[in-house]
């Protein structure tokens, strides 16, 4: 799924593109060659994007340049990410939620849930996150 913020629109394309267009003129602002099938998420600074090999990538929202990548996710088929508060938060095929530091895409926190996949993408429920694994648990997560 695409994402939008007040001035542009970024996407995983096909064949492992990340690009992101001006919403006004639909002009290319930058495009990198990073391959996601699990998506990207964007805020005020930057655009995340999991990637198909497990890492964690935040780009800079204006010029794509690479800001930091999280890679001890090895083959992990992680959720996209997703922005909430100073962190950034994904999912991953056992279960795992991993919350990374925005700033620099340190480790923060690890929270296991009941062992199965995360697959649905994460939502937000006000402030806090809201998941659900493959085995059907639906969770509630309350970031502090």
Same mark, same amino acid.
């Given at each position: 799924?695409?994402?939008?913020?007040?001035?542009?629109?970024? #996407?995983?394309?096909?064949q492992g593109r990340v690009s992101c267009f001006d919403?006004?003129?639909?002009?290319?602002? &930058? #495009?990198?060659?990073?391959?996601? /099938? #699990? +998506?990207?998420?964007?805020?005020?600074?930057?655009?995340?994007?999991?990637?198909?090999?497990?890492?964690?990538?935040?780009?800079?929202? /204006?010029?794509?340049?690479?800001? &930091?990548?999280?890679?001890?996710?090895?083959?992990?088929?992680?959720?996209?990410?997703?922005?909430?508060?100073n962190l950034v938060v994904v999912g991953d095929v056992?279960?795992? %939620?991993?919350?990374? !530091?925005?700033?620099? +895409?340190?480790?923060?926190?690890?929270?296991?849930?009941?062992?199965?996949?995360?697959? /649905?993408?994460?939502?937000?429920?006000?402030?806090?996150?809201?998941?659900?694994?493959? !085995?059907?648990? %639906?969770?509630?997560?309350?970031?502090?």
């Open positions: 799924m695409p994402v939008i913020d007040a001035r542009m629109i970024c #996407a995983a394309a096909f919403l006004g003129s639909g002009s290319l602002v &930058w #495009a990198r060659e990073i391959s996601s /099938a #699990a +998506g990207l998420a964007i805020d005020s600074r930057f655009v995340y994007v999991s990637d198909d090999k497990g890492a964690v990538h935040a780009l800079d929202k /204006a010029s794509g340049a690479s800001l &930091w990548k999280q890679d001890k996710l090895f083959l992990r088929r992680l959720t996209a990410p997703m922005p909430l508060r056992r279960g795992v %939620v991993h919350f990374l !530091n925005r700033d620099d +895409g340190s480790f923060v926190a690890r929270l296991p849930t009941d062992g199965s996949p995360l697959r /649905a993408p994460l939502q937000r429920l006000g402030s806090n996150l809201l998941l659900q694994t493959s !085995n059907g648990s %639906v969770l509630a997560i309350e970031v502090q």
